[in-house]
């Protein structure tokens, strides 16, 4: 059973589509991070969130931190070719700071 | 500053062999760990190490799997007799190592395959 549970698996979508990847969990964690991995390469840091209701945008990538810091979001604005990829959430718990915990991932093909 | 290295990128042994997986840290960084990825998976946590110490392990299988850190040089995860079943991309990440809380940064992995 994964502590973090990542939805959808899969998403194909076309070009200027706007898309949401939600990460969910029954736990707390202290920090969630995103990634995101191309074929062949390891995962490429997005963004760390901290506090619960936490926002953070990284260009056309909103991230939100459920308020109970147990779930969060990954919002894609007008999705390119570019952000095609596996994105994983990754999440550390309360009492132990430095084993991350990863979900299975979205694995999003943006078609031109 | 270069990144987390890893090498070889990709390794074949045939079952019953040895596989010496390398990482060398991001500069600067003492603390090291080890994730498994199965294909189409998330990352599964091995070990976390700082220099000379390990400090958790509890995602290592408890046979034939170590895992080193020395005061010199990079860090080394061996698995010895290969099964079929430890064909997997293997990556190492490190972090500072100077607050309870740090990013990990990943190196590119190791893609071994048992034949």
């Known amino acids: 059973t994964q502590l973090l549970e990542q939805s959808p698996q899969f998403l194909s979508i076309q070009e200027g589509e706007n898309l949401t990847v939600y990460c969910n969990s029954s736990?707390?964690?202290?920090?969630l991070q995103w990634y995101r991995q191309e074929p062949g390469e390891g995962p490429v840091l997005l963004v760390t969130?901290?506090?619960?209701?936490e926002v953070k945008k990284l260009k056309r990538l909103t991230f939100q931190f459920g308020d109970a810091r147990k779930d969060s979001s990954l919002h894609i604005t007008a999705a390119q070719p570019g952000d095609t990829g596996l994105y994983l959430c990754?999440?550390?718990?309360?009492?132990?700071?430095?084993?991350?915990?990863f979900g299975s991932g979205t694995k999003l093909n943006v078609k031109p | 500053n270069a990144g987390v290295m890893q090498n070889p990128r990709h390794l074949v042994r045939r079952r019953g062999q040895e596989a010496r997986l390398r990482c060398s840290p991001m500069?600067?960084?003492?603390?090291v760990y080890w994730y498994r990825q199965l294909p189409e998976e998330g990352l599964k946590f091995m070990v976390y190490?700082?220099?000379?110490?390990?400090?958790?392990e509890s995602g290592m299988p408890k046979e034939r799997f170590s895992a080193e850190f020395p005061k010199e040089g990079p860090s080394i995860l061996r698995i010895q007799q290969v099964v079929r079943g430890d064909s997997a991309a293997y990556f190492c990440a490190s972090s500072p190592g100077q607050n309870l809380q740090e990013t990990q940064y990943f190196g590119p992995g190791t893609r071994l395959l048992v034949l």
């Open positions: 736990s707390v964690f202290s920090s």
């Open positions: 190490l700082q220099k000379e110490n390990i400090i958790d």
């Open positions: 990754a999440g550390a718990k309360v009492n132990n700071f430095n084993k991350f915990y």
């Open positions: 500069k600067g960084h003492s603390h």
């Open positions: 969130v901290v506090t619960g209701g």
